[in-house]
Structures are given as structure tokens and as C-alpha cells.
């Protein structure tokens, strides 16, 4: 019975780090894919503990009296997983778009979100290293490495058989090469994560390079052509005779051509969606007509 609970939880282990590996890469799983392993591993998470509740309880009563250092390590440790995980959980669905909620601040969980997924990543890692002997062992026990076929044993008259010794320890081999896997698995994660974190950081580069639209100067009209005709007559009087033309005093001032104006070209900027969404973008309002991975609500139109 205990052989079979050590199995299921080293399978439960391999599931969560597994599954909470692969939520980073959302360029494989999507959004939509990625919100629903968060729930899975929220629950696997839950689970786990239930499983091992006893020994919460009994560390709990105990952390301050008579227990081990290293009770209180693994205690320290496993509850901060937990915290983690349950911050994961919370702002992963404030921010999904399961919810669709109306944030002011949605870069700032979001940033929070992946940050403290980083650290419980890091958590993780550490916990795999400390639990590394049992890991081994109980991968040994189960099949899950082939063992090597153990010498024939011819036994003597008069003689006792002698038992043979499995020894469970771990070898450094064995402990590099799991933290190898694990170390590899990790650096993949940041990885993808930064990868992310900078298609994000450009999308908002774009959107905050929006020109607002500004009153234009006005051109002041052009002078128009004007002709004046002016009549120079005297103070006094003076008889004219009926048949005399009066002369007259004519001024013209011809027009000075001008240049049209042309207003410098201004593209407006209209920003509908503040939330700036990129590649993978599962938004139920995510579009990209352009193929440029970022959402066109976002950019700048």
C-alpha cells in the first residue's frame, strides 16, 4: 500500500512540474490552452496537499518544538510553493479572458503574474533537487530505469544464501543528470518567458508612438487683386466745357501670384484596446488582419 502512494505520488510530481513547465511556452499551447493547464495544475496542487496533510499538521504543531531542521526547511519551502501557486491561480484568472474584467492596471498583474511564476519555478527546482534521492529511487523501484540483470548466485552446500543488497542511494551521476533535466527545463522557461515579456515590451513601443491629431495652422487668405480708379478734381470750382473729356487718374495694382499651401501630412492615432495583446492573443475581441502577431485593436490605426 505504501509502495503504491509513493508511485502515485511520483507520478502527481512528474505531472505538475511537467505541466507547469509547458504553461510557459505559449507559443506551443495558446492562451486558451494555457489558462486551462493553470486550472489543472491549481487543482493537481490542491491535491498534493490534501495527500500530505497529516505531515502539515504534524510539522505545523511541531515547527516550533521538537522537529528536525530539516522538517522545517521542506515545511518553509512546500508552503512557499503553495503561496505561489495559489498567486499564479488568482491573477492568472483576474486577467484571463475567461473574466474579461475592465483592469486599469492589467500590465501590472500581468508583470506580477509572470514574475511570480518565475520564483515558484525556481521553487520548484530547488524542492526537485532536495527530494532528488527519493526521485531516483523510487524511479529505480517502479521500472522507470532499467536495472541491470543481477549476477547467478551458485550457493554451496551447508550454506547459507546471502541476501543481496539494493543499495538506493544516489549517485552524483544520477543527481546531475536529474538536475541537468530540470536545469534545462528551467532556463527554457525563462526563456520563452523573456521572449514574451519582449514581443509585449514592443507591442506597447508601438502603440505609445501615436502622433495626436493637432490643430492645424490656418492660411491666411492671399491678397487679391485690387484696382483702384481715383478721379483727381479740384477744391474750386471749375466750369468744364459739355464737349471736354475729364481726364482721370487711374492706379492699378496688378496681383502677386502665390504659392499653395500645403499642411504637413498627420496620421491620426486612434488606440481602442489598451490591453495590447500579442501572439498567441485568444481575446474573444483579438484580431490581427495584418499578420504582424499583434492584435489589431492595440496598434496604432
Request: a positive charge; hydrophobic letters at 45%; one cysteine or more.
Amino acid at each position: 500500500m505504501k509502495t503504491n502512494r509513493q508511485k502515485s505520488n511520483w507520478i502527481l510530481d512528474v505531472l505538475l512540474f511537467t505541466g507547469f513547465f509547458v504553461s510557459f511556452i505559449l507559443q506551443l499551447t495558446g492562451l486558451s490552452l494555457h489558462q486551462w493547464i493553470g486550472v489543472f495544475g491549481g487543482l493537481l496542487a490542491v491535491y498534493h496537499l490534501v495527500l500530505h496533510w497529516d505531515w502539515v499538521t504534524a510539522v505545523t504543531m511541531r515547527f516550533f518544538g521538537k522537529t528536525s531542521g530539516q522538517a522545517r526547511t521542506y515545511y518553509l519551502l512546500d508552503v512557499s510553493i503553495m503561496l505561489g501557486f495559489y498567486l499564479i491561480l488568482v491573477t492568472g484568472l483576474v486577467i484571463s479572458t475567461w473574466l474579461d474584467l475592465p483592469l486599469t492596471n492589467y500590465v501590472s498583474v500581468k508583470d506580477f503574474h509572470v514574475t511570480i511564476s518565475l520564483v515558484t519555478l525556481g521553487l520548484v527546482a530547488l524542492k526537485i533537487g532536495l527530494h532528488g534521492r527519493w526521485i531516483v529511487r523510487v524511479a529505480r523501484q517502479f521500472g522507470f530505469r532499467p536495472a541491470a540483470a543481477a549476477p547467478e548466485v551458485k550457493l554451496l552446500p551447508l550454506t547459507k544464501p546471502v541476501p543481496a543488497v539494493v543499495s538506493n542511494a544516489m549517485s552524483r551521476r544520477d543527481f546531475l543528470k536529474l538536475m541537468g533535466i530540470v536545469g534545462a527545463a528551467s532556463l527554457a522557461a525563462f526563456a520563452f518567458t523573456l521572449d514574451d515579456s519582449q514581443n509585449a515590451q514592443a507591442s506597447a513601443a508601438a502603440a505609445d508612438t501615436a502622433v495626436p491629431t493637432e490643430a492645424l495652422p490656418t492660411q491666411d487668405a492671399a491678397p487679391t487683386a485690387v484696382s483702384q480708379n481715383a478721379t483727381a478734381t479740384g477744391n474750386a470750382a471749375v466750369t468744364v466745357p459739355a464737349s471736354t473729356p475729364v481726364p482721370t487718374a487711374t492706379a492699378t495694382v496688378e496681383a502677386t501670384p502665390t504659392v499653395p499651401y500645403t499642411a504637413p501630412t498627420v496620421s491620426a492615432c486612434i488606440v481602442r484596446c489598451d490591453k495590447r495583446c500579442s501572439y498567441p492573443g485568444q481575446c474573444r475581441h483579438y484580431q490581427d488582419f495584418n499578420g504582424n502577431n499583434l492584435c489589431d485593436l492595440g496598434e496604432c490605426m
